[in-house]
């Protein structure tokens, strides 16, 4: 029946782009225009080292979130994709290492790295999809430090311990994207670009399928569907919010060494992803956010409270615990119970409005 | 070992044309030519039994994992930080007794008795729910590895090594002749390092009598089967859940002894040893003893003469094996399938 319905739904009336505007909810528009408009009155630290940084890594935590929420398959290799997008702009674009860095042509460099960090995804995702569950953890850790440890020691190609400096965004449209309010910007559109990208994957017949792998590869076996070919291709996909997080991010910095992909930030992306929860893209950028205002401004908590500045990690590590252990689907999670309690009746228990 | 040779004889002939070449390596006098090719015999013989000690120091903290994980299927990614505790408390009741080998009962004790806690706190409340033990864990880690930081702080810290055990001991490996007199010479090596390696062989060994040829290794063991039936048949399986979880908590806290007195305690050796055991038991199969010996040889070795001979990429090689593993045989080499 819906099937019709669709199909011989006449053309839209003239006023189709106010329906169209109301049918997304408020707080969209909301999120929206303040994002939209924060440059008015943000300062340059908020806007470059708070919501750049936010959105970059809300993009690494998003891939995370793909294969961990839709596909069921917590990779901890995210870091190490978006290192190796990274590495290689760094490397075949222009840097302060002029005998390694190649110096092509950004038109040529950035979709080049992005198209090794896919490949190098596809290998993780080929090499982790031979398990499952606890074991993609484990072989995804194993296959991050490694990463770590080749980059630190080969000289060659990846300059070593101390990796490239002076990697720089291209002056394009003689726009210098360094500055606070175009990284913002720039920082904006591609985590924008990344969420709607995801969100539409979720509904299209592939995320749908990934999901029906999530939940019962073996009924999606019989069904035809061929379960490895759709995981190792979620991995590809997810390594290009994760691709472009690491282009970002070694431009935010200006530099990028192997302390940069080590295991602590690998863990790291897993607990802005858990923070956040897996359940829905968005939380990847709301952990994000809270971790990025846990790391800026823990150090004058601490100091206020008493305690030494060193004592981040305890803080965050804590943090996490007690999500994990109260709230395993994150922030989301406690606020879709929360909805579903203020919907619930207190006299039936049953969902108020329902029948 | 006959039906393998009968089944596959090409293989076997490789086998053991590779054994026959490196006992050939091992006692015989290198060849100028030899020498000329890929170094000296002594620092051969040297990486090849740092390897194997190694492996021995990886074995005692994988052990502990792989039992832990084939019983109750958790992950305990805190296990690299239960090494590092065992190896400070060592360190501290070796320094304040004077005596060494009282550092391993205590290491042994407390970080057992954390065990338990872990168990009964933690695991025990999120029975079957791996993705979150997993990521507990995680969290736990996170937060021991700073308690300790904080604690301890960054500095290394090396447990000494009684004077009995000090010193290099003559072993009965050739490794060259001398050019005046035609004497041969015969490699020197930590005594320690020796010791240590023959205690974990002998523990590895008790193990795997106490799983295979005792009572309680028989509940271990129909608990690694099916554990939902060994409790129906009226066994505290939470009992033994919580005994084990002891043990390979126990284990990983003598092995921070024992590398604390390898090499040093220091902050991110859990992560390193946590990486290590990893790839063990990736490599010799999830839940296997004997399969957790072998990775921790073959990882141990590859590891050194990784380090000996090409020194940049001692990692990668490490990492080429886990690869080679998956993509060949991905439950592990001594895993069942």
């Known amino acids: 029946m819906a099937v019709f319905e669709t199909r011989w739904q006449p053309a839209r009336p003239a006023g189709g782009w106010r329906e169209w505007v109301e049918k997304i909810p408020i707080g969209y528009w909301a999120v929206g225009i303040i994002l939209l408009i924060m440059p008015a009155g943000a300062s340059d630290f908020v806007l470059f080292q708070i919501f750049g940084w936010t959105f970059i890594l809300g993009m690494i935590a998003l891939s995370l979130m793909l294969l961990g929420g839709y596909g069921g398959m917590v990779s901890l290799a995210q870091m190490s994709v978006a290192g190796v997008a990274g590495y290689m702009v760094a490397i075949l674009g222009d840097s302060a290492i002029t005998d390694i860095s190649q110096g092509w042509p950004w038109f040529v460099a950035i979709p080049l790295a992005l198209v090794i960090a896919v490949l190098f995804a596809t290998v993780t995702g080929w090499l982790a999809v031979r398990t499952e569950g606890i074991y993609t953890i484990m072989i995804t850790l194993a296959i991050a430090a490694a990463f770590f440890y080749f980059c630190r020691q080969n000289y060659t190609v990846f300059n070593g311990f101390s990796g490239f400096n002076g990697v720089l965004p291209p002056k394009l449209f003689g726009v210098d994207w360094r500055g606070p309010k175009a990284f913002y910007y720039l920082t904006l559109f591609w985590a924008a670009v990344s969420y709607f990208a995801v969100v539409y994957l979720s509904r299209a017949p592939f995320g749908l399928a990934l999901q029906g792998v999530r939940d019962n590869p073996r009924r999606m076996a019989a069904l035809g569907y061929d379960v490895t070919a759709h995981r190792v291709a979620a991995y590809a996909f997810a390594a290009i919010p994760a691709g472009i997080g690491g282009i970002l991010l070694t431009w935010q910095s200006a530099q990028i060494s192997p302390g940069t992909v080590g295991i602590g930030p690998a863990i790291d992306v897993l607990v802005i992803a858990v923070i956040g929860g897996m359940r829905r893209p968005v939380g990847a950028f709301i952990g994000a956010f809270i971790y990025v205002l846990f790391k800026t401004f823990a150090l004058d908590v601490l100091v206020a409270l008493g305690l030494s500045g060193e004592r981040f990690q305890l803080l965050i590590g804590l943090g996490f615990l007690l999500i994990v252990f109260f709230s395993p689907d994150g922030l989301l999670g406690l606020w879709d119970r929360w909805q579903t309690s203020l919907r619930r009746d207190p006299l039936t228990g049953g969902e108020r409005g329902a029948p | ?337």
Do not use: C
């Open chain 2, 1 to 337: 070992m006959r039906a393998f040779a009968a089944r596959h004889p090409w293989w076997t002939a490789v086998i053991a044309i590779a054994a026959a070449v490196l006992l050939m390596l091992i006692f015989l006098v290198w060849p100028q030519w030899l020498v000329a090719g890929i170094g000296r015999k002594k620092v051969f013989l040297n990486a090849l039994f740092n390897g194997i000690t190694l492996g021995g120091l990886y074995f005692l903290v994988a052990s502990g994992f792989t039992l832990i994980f084939g019983l109750m299927r958790n992950v305990n990614l805190a296990h690299g930080s239960l090494y590092l505790l065992g190896g400070y408390i060592g360190f501290f009741v070796a320094e304040w007794t004077g005596f060494w080998l009282l550092a391993f009962p205590a290491a042994f004790l407390v970080v057992a008795l954390l065990g338990v806690v872990l168990q009964v706190v933690v695991f025990q409340r999120m029975e079957g729910q791996d993705l979150r033990q997993t990521l507990v864990t995680i969290g736990i880690s996170i937060v021991a590895a700073d308690l300790m930081l904080w604690a301890f702080g960054g500095d290394f810290y090396n447990i000494g090594t009684p004077s009995w055990l000090s010193g290099p001991m003559e072993t009965f490996f050739v490794t060259g002749v001398k050019r005046s007199s035609g004497d041969l010479i015969f490699l020197k090596y930590p005594l320690v390092r020796i010791v240590i390696f023959a205690a974990s062989v002998g523990i590895g060994v008790g193990m795997w009598l106490l799983l295979n040829r005792t009572r309680i290794g028989m509940l271990v063991r129909a608990g690694v089967d099916d554990s939902a039936m060994l409790s129906a048949t009226g066994a505290r399986i939470n009992l033994v859940f919580v005994g084990v979880f002891a043990f390979g908590a126990g284990l990983a806290g003598v092995a921070g002894v024992v590398g604390g007195t390898f090499q040093s305690i220091a902050p991110g050796e859990d992560i390193r040893f946590l990486l290590a055991s990893l790839i063990v038991v990736i490599v010799g199969g999830m839940g296997s003893i004997p399969g957790a010996a072998l990775g921790a040889l073959m990882i141990g070795l590859a590891e050194q003469f990784g380090s000996v001979y090409f020194p940049t990429y001692a990692v990668v090689l490490t990492f080429l094996i886990m690869v080679a593993v998956l993509a060949f045989r991905p439950q592990g080499l001594m895993g069942r399938a």
